[in-house]
Each structure stands twice: as C-alpha cells, then as structure tokens.
T-cell receptor, first 113, second 113 residues
Framework: AQSVTQLGSHVSVSEGALVLLRCNYSSSVPPYLFWYVQYPNQGLQLLLKYTSAATLVKGINGFEAEFKKSETSFHLTKPSAHMSDAAEYFCAVSSFSGYALNFGKGTSLLVTP | KAGVTQTPRYLIKTRGQQVTLSCSPISGHRSVSWYQQTPGQGLQFLFEYFSETQRNKGNFPGRFSGRQFSNSRSEMNVSTLELGDSALYLC????????????FGSGTRLTVV
C-alpha cells in the first residue's frame, strides 16, 4: 500500500531562513504526491502536487518540492520563511486511481522572529 | 467560484445518538471524499464517491456511512456515536477524472459527550 513518512513532527526556523520539510514515500507503483497546509481551525489547502510530469514542482506561496525516485523522497522547500508560513504541513500519496489519499502524520512549522 | 462547503461547522452530540454531516462540492466536481482527523490517528480516509457510486472505502466500522446525490452533494452519517468519534470531519472534492488535486472544506468539528 502507498504510504508516506514525514520526518520531524516539529520544525522551527527563523524568519527569512530556508524551510525544509521532509517526506519519504513508499509505493509499489508510480505515485501521485501532494503537500497540503492546514492553519488552525481550517481545512487543508493544496500547496502543490506531483503527477509524474516535471520532477521539480512549484506551488503556491513560494513553496516547491522535488520528486526523487532514487531516494523515494518528496521534500518541501521554501527559500525564505515568513511568519505567515507557521502552520501544519501534510504530505500525502494517492493510489494511481487517485480515489484516496494517505497522509503523513504532519509537521508543525514554527517561524520565529 | 465557491469552495467546498461543509455544514454544520460545529456539532455536539451525546453518545448513542446519530449524526449527519453535509458537504457541497465545488461546482462541476463529481468526486467527493471524506476524512476523519484526530490528534491521535491523524488524517484517515473514510470513503469516496463519484457520480453517486462509492468507489473506495477506508477501514472504518459500518456505523460510518455516506452517500452522494445526483447534484454531487454528499452526506456522511455516523450512527450510535462513541466518544472516540469526536473529530474534525473533512470533505474534499475534485473533478474526479484525471485531476488528482482535492480541494478541502473547512470541516465539521464533532464533539461526542
């Protein structure tokens, strides 16, 4: 079954520093991969998705992720953190059919002044 | 265009009661999925509907059920509520074919007392 593992349940960065959130996937078939963000008391917002086109995927709010098959990774990065980036981030993988998403446990990003 | 709308936003129920949650997808979206989010278990897939047919179901007891109407609106029902059913229930919609990016609603916060 397809699954993802997010390394680090909490990540803290300074404002202006690089954001790196790690996600590794396990999939027996070419996966579709996603990053979502969740702000307090809200639903999930799609940041970006990989669906086997370009391996470097650009998303909203300056985020991007690179699909690395050799490392089974799909890490999320942003060159310069803003205070407004503080939120919970979820990596997810879907089956080829796309009928369901399997989410990681989430990473809480704290941005300090 | 309007996003995914979930009603109600908050709900308090007593153990043993049943509850129905509603989800209106983005106009034109034919796929609706439901997820349960709890601090302990994270985000877990409940079921997915496309054109009134359930295409996929997660590992939840039969007390959890759903349906989709011809206008793509969906409801989920939980019967004989247990304390452990307290959670944020999220609905997501997508076009359903060829596009695997789900748009989530803000969720319904269910508290069982």
């Amino acid at each position: 079954a397809q699954s993802v593992t997010q390394l680090g349940s909490h990540v803290s960065v300074s404002e202006g520093a690089l954001v790196l959130l790690r996600c590794n996937y396990s999939s027996s078939v070419p996966p579709y991969l996603f990053w979502y963000v969740q702000y307090p008391n809200q639903g999930l917002q799609l940041l970006l998705k990989y669906t086997s086109a370009a391996t470097l995927v650009k998303g909203i709010n300056g985020f991007e992720a690179e699909f690395k098959k050799s490392e089974t990774s799909f890490h999320l990065t942003k060159p310069s953190a803003h205070m407004s980036d503080a939120a919970e981030y979820f990596c997810a993988v879907s089956s080829f059919s796309g009928y369901a998403l399997n989410f990681g446990k989430g990473t809480s990003l704290l941005v300090t002044p | 265009k309007a996003g995914v709308t979930q009603t109600p936003r908050y709900l308090i129920k007593t153990r043993g009661q049943q509850v129905t949650l509603s989800c209106s997808p983005i106009s034109g979206h034919r796929s609706v999925s439901w997820y349960q989010q709890t601090p302990g278990q994270g985000l877990q897939f409940l079921f997915e509907y496309f054109s009134e047919t359930q295409r996929n179901k997660g590992n939840f007891p039969g007390r959890f059920s759903g349906r989709q109407f011809s206008n793509s609106r969906s409801e989920m029902n939980v019967s004989t509520l247990e304390l452990g059913d307290s959670a944020l229930y999220l609905c997501a919609s997508s076009p359903g074919q060829g596009d695997y990016g789900y748009t989530f609603g803000s969720g319904t916060r269910l508290t069982v007392v």
